[in-house]
């Protein structure tokens, strides 16, 4: 057994401190006024729908969950192919990501209607109730996520598992069953609320031009509802699985890295105390967060940047006391990698603001093109979103090579143990963009409290004056959730390359296990893949192998199939909604004249059927597609898949996510009385355009930060399977 060093208990106090929290800011967020009866109703109806939905998804990914874990238990115990440990993993990982979800779906429907109660009294007392409400979701993710790893790490070792590579491997795989409890949130919640929008949208505004939220429309309270189940349940699986995989897979790459090393458990911890840390200094900056009456965006933005720079930069000088005091010999050079992440994270939050609010030229492009029609208005939303994957993807590229770099101290060698160091260095820098999720993330759980906090107000009408507040709310909300998911993107792509080492670990892992259990050939092959360039020599991981060559084709083709197939689950979701939406105001005589109240409940029912039904294919070709390859093509062939699901996922999020956000905004930007404002013909050229937007930002974009490190995930668990195959 590893002596567990004292500075370790830091992490689970951290992750108590962190619920304790949570739990402050939700009693207080109920002790608010939810306001008037009619606000109280619709809050209600909100929240019966959102709990019925996830408790219907919960259902189906139970089902999944048992049948993998039953299916990784006869590997484990049966064939020797996976750690007897990984099974158990895998099901905390996934309750763990669904809880997240859950406490912060939960906290959302009870913060709107307070919300906007609190924004009739100022803006300022809107935004605390609505941030703090966020802040419920990431101090949650970040809580739970240190406390499965603390609880991991504590019961490996008291288990008399003294390998720290085992170690750290085994804890690695219960993000696979994050992962795919997160693709299954993002997937159903995406394409849930995309279906009302749209189908609220499209017969709302452009046919039958009232207001968005207004009560007259059947599929106002569907749309509510998909707020919460796709851009706060959904979005709080997502991370927790970004959080627990950037700080497992560099836990990973420092027990090969620093093998035999006395300083070897000091590195596998070191991200964990980063995180730990980085939990108290989100503390610090959500309590920095405030505004003042009128005012504007930038303003409004700001404040909310005072919270998140003020977090970044104290875990920045943080790190390097940490990594000092834990004794790293290269403190200062790793530490650099840290503050490269933390920085490539500002950089793409900063692109992203750029992009999608309408208080800069791209967005406010996009509005002058609605004199011209829809078409103007999607043709250029689609160029400004491609146009705006270059800033992320050469910052990426830039904190790759600077975090490589740093970690080995400058050395340009790529020979085994610098790759080693070097890719820890990349991991740990994936850590620092995460270490400070809690405000992070509050900023991005805040957006759907503040649209739903604005339908509110609409639907208990409330006054000018308080409409215009919770607009300005829920714009700035607009803005942070395309912010929230450029970042959670970034992240995506450095936890993946960290992933791409520790598959190959698992690799080694796996022959070693064969190999005890008196397999000679697997004895023959673990003599030859000691190090990383003798791995791939091994299994001729080169561009001049066509199994690589194919495995990159197959990853890029994936990553285009899954967002193709939820956008076509979206359309089909929509139409069924605006055929009910139409029926509803052709059959129910009096809806649009206000005497009659519509049928919510079947709008939600179709939503909800669209969303069990649709979600289920595409999550599970992500599982799917390693596993053949792996079986077909082998190792090099896995590699070729992760890297080229990698580059074309990582790239096409960022372009449907931007794309997405741009139109949204670009349409909020109408709706303040520019180009005519609600009601005009630019109005339903932006309106048109938002819906296009609707499934690339919250369905599609967002989803593939999964897929990503899904199908990563799921080669390191069945790397066992694809090993027996050699």
Not at 31 to 36: L, S
Not at 498 to 504: D, M, R, T, V
Request: charged content about 15%; aromatic content about 8%; hydrophobic content about 50%.
């Amino acid at each position: 057994m590893n002596n567990i060093p004292s500075v370790f208990w830091l992490v689970p106090v951290a992750s108590v401190v962190s619920l304790g929290m949570a739990l402050f800011f939700y009693l207080q967020m109920k002790k608010a006024d939810e306001g008037t009866p009619r606000m109280k109703e619709i809050a209600e109806y909100v929240r019966h729908g959102a709990m019925a939905y996830l408790k219907q998804q919960y259902k189906v990914v139970t089902i999944v969950f048992i049948v993998l874990a039953v299916i990784f238990s006869v590997m484990a115990y049966g064939y020797q192919l996976q750690n007897p440990w990984v099974p158990f993993a895998f099901l905390t990982g996934g309750f763990f990501s669904g809880l997240a979800g859950f406490f912060g779906m939960k906290t959302a429907t009870y913060a709107s209607a307070r919300t906007a109660n609190a924004a009739r009294k100022s803006l300022d007392a809107g935004l605390k109730v609505a941030f703090r409400s966020g802040a419920v979701m990431g101090l949650t993710v970040v809580g739970l996520g240190l406390l499965d790893i603390a609880i991991w790490f504590v019961v490996l070792n008291a288990a008399g598992v003294d390998s720290l590579i085992t170690v750290t491997t085994t804890m690695l795989t219960f993000g696979m069953g994050a992962s795919t409890q997160a693709l299954f949130a993002r997937v159903g919640g995406g394409i849930y609320t995309k279906a009302a929008d749209v189908g609220a949208d499209i017969v709302g505004k452009v046919e039958a031009d009232i207001p968005e939220d207004d009560p007259r429309n059947p599929a106002t309270i569907a749309d509510n509802v998909g707020d919460n189940v796709g851009d706060v349940a959904g979005m709080g699986a997502d991370l927790y699985e970004s959080y627990c995989g950037s700080i497992l897979s560099t836990a990973a790459l420092g027990a090969t890295a620093y093998l035999g090393t006395q300083l070897q458990l000091n590195y596998v911890i070191a991200p964990m105390i980063i995180a730990a840390v980085g939990i108290f200094l989100s503390l610090f900056g959500i309590f920095l967060v405030r505004t003042e009456e009128g005012a504007t965006m930038r303003q409004l933005l700001h404040s909310l940047g005072v919270g998140t720079n003020v977090s970044a930069a104290l875990i920045a000088v943080a790190t390097f006391a940490i990594l000092y005091l834990l004794g790293i010999p290269n403190w200062i050079y790793v530490s650099c990698s840290v503050v490269v992440g933390l920085l490539a994270g500002v950089i793409i939050g900063q692109a992203t603001e750029y992009y999608t609010s309408h208080s800069y030229k791209p967005t406010q492009e996009i509005s002058a093109a609605s004199q011209t029609g829809a078409a103007t208005v999607i043709i250029k939303g689609v160029g400004t979103g491609m146009i705006s994957t270059m800033v992320p993807v050469v910052t990426i590229s830039v904190a790759i090579m600077l975090s490589y770099l740093c970690a080995n101290g400058f050395n340009l060698d790529v020979n085994a143990e610098a790759l080693s160091k070097g890719l820890y260095g990349v991991g740990i820098a994936a850590v620092g963009m995460l270490s400070t999720l809690g405000i992070t993330l509050a900023t991005d759980a805040y957006g759907p409290i503040a649209d739903n906090a604005g339908g509110n107000a609409e639907m208990s009408e409330l006054g000018e004056e308080v409409r215009k507040r919770t607009d300005a709310l829920d714009a700035l909300g607009n803005t942070t959730a395309a912010t929230g998911k450029g970042f959670a993107i970034g992240s995506a792509a450095l936890t993946a390359l960290a992933l791409l080492a520790s598959y190959i670990e698992e690799i080694k892992e796996a022959v070693q296990r064969l190999a005890n259990a008196g397999d000679q050939h697997m004895a023959e092959v673990l003599g030859q893949i000691g190090d990383i360039p003798s791995f791939m020599n091994y299994f001729q991981v080169n561009l001049m192998n066509p199994k690589v060559i194919v495995g990159v084709f197959i990853g890029a083709m994936a990553a285009f199939l899954f967002s193709g197939i939820t956008m076509g689950a979206v359309g089909r979701a929509a139409e069924d909604m605006v055929k009910e939406v139409r029926r509803q105001f052709r059959e129910i005589a009096g809806i649009l004249e206000g005497k009659a109240t519509p049928d919510y409940g079947r709008c939600v029912e179709i939503s909800t059927r669209s969303a069990q039904r649709e979600m289920i294919f595409p999550s599970l070709l992500a599982i799917i597609i390693p596993i053949v390859v792996g079986l077909i093509l082998g190792v090099a062939g896995v590699l070729g898949l992760l890297v080229g699901g990698l580059a074309a996922g990582f790239t096409l999020a960022i372009f449907m996510s931007n794309a997405g956000g741009a139109w949204d905004n670009a349409k909020k930007m109408v709706e303040e009385g520019n180009f005519g404002g609600k009601g005009s013909e630019c109005h339903k050229a932006t309106v048109v355009g938002d819906t296009v937007g609707d499934p690339f930002k919250d369905t599609s974009g967002p989803s593939l930060n999964i897929l990503i490190k899904l199908m990563s995930m799921v080669s390191i668990v069945m790397a066992g399977l694809t090993v027996a195959f050699i």
